[in-house]
């Protein structure tokens, strides 16, 4: 959620997926509170896993470390070239990172689609 409020600031428009509708309803609450117009902040109470990603280009994860090898998966299949995907506090293990950024709890990494499919096809 904190994620998807910070993001607005920097000027992007940002859907957040959470499959617990008691976070869902207070980022919603938050993100108005804040002042942050709901067609910037969108919150949709739905299992990511189900949900076909394809249509964005900047993705940001914030997961358990056992979910992110078959989220890698995933997200290959699905997301454009061209997207950035942000991984905070767990990386991908099999994704070699553009970037990272921080230390210890607050470790992001930076993976850019298109390098990881040349990766891939290379390996
Ligand atoms: C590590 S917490 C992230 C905490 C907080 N959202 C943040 O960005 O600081 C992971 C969150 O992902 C949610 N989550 C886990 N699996 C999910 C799924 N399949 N679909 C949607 N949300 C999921 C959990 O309910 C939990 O709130």
């Known amino acids: 959620m904190q994620k998807v409020i910070s993001a607005t ?3 992007f428009q940002c859907t957040g997926f959470e499959m617990n509708s008691i976070l869902t309803g207070y980022a919603r609450v938050k993100a108005k509170w804040k002042g942050i117009p709901s067609n910037t902040a ?3 109470n739905q299992d990511f896993w ?3 990603l394809s ?8 997961l358990a470390p056992g979910v992110m090898e078959v989220l890698g998966r995933k997200l290959e299949n699905e997301l454009p070239d061209e997207t950035r995907v942000i991984a905070c506090r767990f990386p991908f293990p ?14 992001t990494w930076a993976y850019d689609m298109d390098a990881i499919r040349k990766l891939s096809t290379q390996a």
Do not use: C, M, R
């Open 9 to 11: 600031v920097e000027g």
């Open 94 to 107: 099999d994704w070699t990172p553009t970037a990272t950024e921080d230390e210890g709890l607050d470790q």
């Open 42 to 44: 969108s919150f949709i």
């Open 50 to 52: 189900k949900t076909d």
């Open 55 to 62: 249509k964005y280009n900047n993705v940001t994860v914030f």
